[in-house]
């Protein structure tokens, strides 16, 4: 099993930026596939930015060139950085980990941008 904690949500202007943290309660070395996803009020939840295979990234194309996954290993975190945020974003954001054919999810962080 892998515990998952979300932080760093919080209400921030348009164009501002937020550093999104997801703690693991099991080695990220050993967890093959790991991102992040948003679900906005009223819509489905969606990718947003995840790793693939080996060390190549993917991102949904609305957060490309703004939002940066990244992970520290010794540390068990996932990190999401956001900048240029837009209202669009606004969101609550979960991190994923999925393992032995199991996916497992945080409870999420809100995020919520300002016009």
């Known amino acids: 099993q892998v515990q998952l904690v979300e932080s760093g949500g919080g209400l921030v202007q348009a164009g501002g930026s937020l550093r999104l943290s997801c703690g693991s309660s099991?080695?990220?070395?050993?967890?093959?596939?790991m991102g992040w996803y948003r679900q906005a009020p009223g819509k489905l939840r969606e990718l947003v930015a995840e790793f693939g295979s080996g060390i190549s990234t993917n991102y949904a194309d609305s957060v490309k060139g703004r939002f940066a996954i990244s992970k520290d290993i010794p540390k068990n975190t996932m990190y999401l950085q956001m900048n240029s945020l837009k209202p669009e974003d606004t969101a609550v954001y979960y991190c994923?980990?999925?393992?032995?054919?199991?996916?497992?999810w945080g409870k999420g962080t809100l995020v919520t941008v300002s016009s």
């Open positions: 099991r080695s990220i070395f050993w967890i093959p596939a």
């Open positions: 994923k980990a999925s393992l032995n054919g199991m996916d497992y």
